[in-house]
């Protein structure tokens, strides 16, 4: 399987990562985003779609993204892992993305309000499910040999 895909999506997830604990401090401690001249942080940060069940979103993704790391990590250590860590990385990023895309839809036409770091999220989640598409169907020819 090809290490550089790999490697691309350690980095990904590491500034979705950041990312998301940006937004899940913004959301504990109150305060203001550093959004500069685009976009409107706050509405969509404090909104009720910022929440599942009290549990922000961000923190969510935030939990996503390091179960992803650590399986991209960890998958050169084990033999299971090695095996299922590329669906099990395709299964989060879809889920990600497919929720991303719900929330992308909230922020426009709902919210009227866009938030630059749930964009950011959303690219590299879809950037994320991309590459392990490739490393899934990679996976998939090896074993078929």
Do not use: H
Request: hydrophobic letters at 50%.
């Amino acid at each position: 399987m090809d290490n550089r895909i790999r490697l691309i999506s350690i980095v990904l997830a590491i500034v979705g990562l950041i990312d998301s604990i940006y937004l899940v401090w913004l959301k504990y401690t109150d305060q203001y985003a550093l959004c500069g001249p685009i976009g409107n942080c706050e509405s969509v940060n404090t909104s009720q779609y910022s929440e599942i069940g009290g549990i922000p979103i961000a923190l969510l993704g935030a939990g996503a993204y390091l179960v992803i790391i650590i399986l991209l990590l960890l998958e050169v250590r084990s033999d299971l892992l090695r095996e299922y860590s590329p669906l099990l990385v395709f299964g989060i990023s879809l889920a990600g993305t497919l929720y991303s895309i719900y929330l992308t839809y909230i922020e426009v036409a709902v919210l009227r309000a866009i938030c630059p770091y749930c964009v950011v999220s959303a690219v590299v989640l879809v950037l994320l499910l991309f590459f392990s598409t490739i490393r899934l169907i990679q996976t998939f020819r090896e074993s078929d040999i």
